[in-house]
Structures are given as structure tokens and as C-alpha cells.
């Protein structure tokens, strides 16, 4: 399968490719590797399990994912790693709007972007995974987290977590959202 800036690689993957590409409507079992600018991903239902990724993002700039189911078979054996991960942490524009993500053990691992209407919850939990409905590793780029429910069922790790693995965290908002759970709720 193949469209206008995105194929389907013979490794396993749907590669998004092409500056500009909207992957829309699509129903996949595997990992959304974004290596392009300006993509849209939007109305696309997921269901992967795993230690991987739902949609990965390297070196992008101005992505979009809006509308979109990212799940997996189970919360536990079959739960999904992470639903949406920065890799390189260096996305810019980022816009993450109204997704239905759940079975995951981190529903979003970005640094920076807009985070915005998102419902995260019934998050998955195997061996030791730490639990988090969003997280950031570190970063000065503008992150504002608005309007999201996250639920975290788990006694651990936490609903917003913004860690300082790899640099200062600064430029953060965090505004009208609905959270619960997790050892530390906001850690």
C-alpha cells in the first residue's frame, strides 16, 4: 500500500516520507514512522502491541495528529510502549489534538508542542514499565498541555511527568486538564 508521500516498507512499518503527506482514514496494525515536515496523520484507528511505537517522529517539523484511536490488543502482555514518541526529542510545531489513546505505558513522549483535547487512559502496564500519560525527557520549546483528560489507574509513575533526563525543563504550560492518578498525578 502506498500514497501521495507515505509506503508501506517491506521492514514492518507505514514511512511517511513526503513533505506535505496526509495519511487519513487509514486502519493499521503497525508502527507510523513520520521522517518528513507538514505531514497530517487524522482519523486513523490503531491497534499495535509491543515494545514499540504507535507514531514515531525524527527530526520533524509542523506534524499534525488529530482524530485518531491509538490502542492496543490488552493493558498488559499486549500493551503498546509508547503511543506517540518524539525519538530525537527535536520536533518543532508539533500538534497532537482530540486522540483517543489508551493500553499504552506512555501515551505521549514529546518535549515540545501542543498537546490539546486529547482523552488518554486505561494506560497498560507489564513487567517494569513505568507508567505516563504524557512525558517530557527535558527542553526549552514551548509545550503547552491543554484540555486533556489523562487518567492513570496505576499507583505509579503519573499522569504529567516532566523529567530533566536530558536538559532543563522550561516553557511549559499546563491548563484546564482533567487528571487522575499515578504515584505523583503532576510529577
Known sequence: ASGAGWHYDSRGWVSIDGAGAVFDGYSVTTNIDVVANNVTIRNVSMVQG????????????????????????????????????????????LRVLANDISRTSTGVQVD?????????????FTGGDHVNGTTANGGTGQMTLHHNTVLNRYSQTDAIS????????????????????GGYTIY
Do not use: C, M
Open 162 to 181: 516532566l523529567f530533566q533526563d536530558f536538559g532543563p525543563q522550561a516553557n511549559r504550560v499546563i491548563d484546564n486538564n482533567l487528571l487522575a492518578g
Open 112 to 124: 515540545a508542542g501542543l498537546i490539546e483535547d486529547n482523552y488518554i487512559h486505561d494506560l497498560g
Open 50 to 93: 509491543g515494545e514499540s511505537f504507535g507514531i514515531s517522529l525524527r527530526h520533524t517539523s509542523g506534524v499534525t495528529i488529530e482524530n485518531s484511536e491509538i490502542t492496543a490488543p490488552d493493558a498488559a502482555a499486549n500493551r503498546l510502549l509508547v503511543a506517540i514518541k518524539d525519538i530525537y526529542g527535536d520536533s518543532t510545531g
